[in-house]
């Protein structure tokens, strides 16, 4: 379980030796933002982007949800489920998603 939305909506990993989320992990974990593509603006709802979870300082695979006002956006970690927020002015916690992330399914 990675996620509990409520008793009706929760997100969970499911494990078996051909999963794709360690191979997720390995290569979010080596995003780094002075050398990862900014993101192009003006971000729009349905954008899938790296982002920085202020929580844990890690890079995820996101999608955005809505925008917010004064440059925030809402976000949802597509591989976990959990919905955070982001500047999108601030380069260092949002960036373009690598070509090679997206070849795995959300």
């Known amino acids: 379980m990675t996620h509990v939305v409520d008793g009706r ?4 990993r499911v494990l078996d030796k051909n ?4 191979k997720i992990d390995k290569l979010m974990s080596k995003l780094d933002a002075n050398s990862a593509e900014e993101i192009q603006k003006p971000v729009l709802k349905g954008t899938l982007c790296a982002v920085k ?3 844990d300082g890690k890079w995820y695979r996101s999608k955005v949800l809505a925008t917010l ?3 925030f956006m809402e976000v949802m970690f ?5 919905v955070g927020e982001v ?3 601030d380069s260092t ?3 373009k998603l690598p070509a090679n ?5 959300p």
Not at 9 to 12: E, G, N, R, S, V
Not at 19 to 22: E, G, H, L
Not at 101 to 105: D, S
């Open 93 to 95: 916690h949002i960036r």
């Open 78 to 82: 597509i591989d976990y489920g959990m």
């Open 9 to 12: 909506q929760f997100y969970m």
């Open 69 to 71: 006002g004064k440059g």
């Open 19 to 22: 999963a794709s989320y360690a």
């Open 101 to 105: 992330a997206l070849q795995f399914e």
């Open 53 to 55: 979870n202020r929580a």
């Open 87 to 89: 500047n999108v002015d």
